[in-house]
Nanobody, 124 residues
Framework: VQLQASGGGLVQAGGSLRLSCAASGRSFSTFSGYAVAWFRQAPGKERDFVAA????????YYADSVKGRFTISRDKAKNTVYLQMNSLKLEDTGVYYC???????????????WGQGTQVTVSS
């Protein structure tokens, strides 16, 4: 499966963005027990877990730093996962990647499929 992340951009602190992760080549529904996650990577830092969702049950998981501000969701018909980001802070700046694997994990190295990343820049 190929993942395509989009929706990044430049936004002022306190603003909102919605990221999309579209799958092509194969539907997430054909992968039993798969989850989709978002990670972000700031310059010079490791790739950190942001949020995840299980495709079948739509269970959601969030990093403490984004709880209450970000919402992950999925549209089965569109084979797409979204990350709604509200009340953005300067520290949310980075390249956001979507990824997929069987089962939920917050560890980037455990993911099998990755999108190309989309830049999110939050300015003051």
């Amino acid at each position: 499966v190929q993942l395509q992340a989009s929706g990044g951009g430049l936004v002022q602190a306190g603003g909102s963005l919605r990221l999309s992760c579209a799958a092509s080549g194969r539907s997430f529904s054909t992968f039993s027990g798969y989850a989709v996650a978002w990670f972000r990577q700031a310059p010079g830092k490791e790739r950190d877990f942001v949020a995840a969702i299980t495709w079948s049950a739509s269970s959601t998981y969030y990093a403490d730093s984004v709880k209450g501000r970000f919402t992950i969701s999925r549209d089965k018909a569109k084979n797409t996962v979204y990350l709604q980001m509200n009340s953005l802070k300067l520290e949310d700046t980075g390249v956001y990647y979507c990824a997929s694997r069987r089962g939920v994990s917050g560890v980037a190295s455990q993911f099998d499929y990755w999108g190309q990343g989309t830049q999110v820049t939050v300015s003051s």
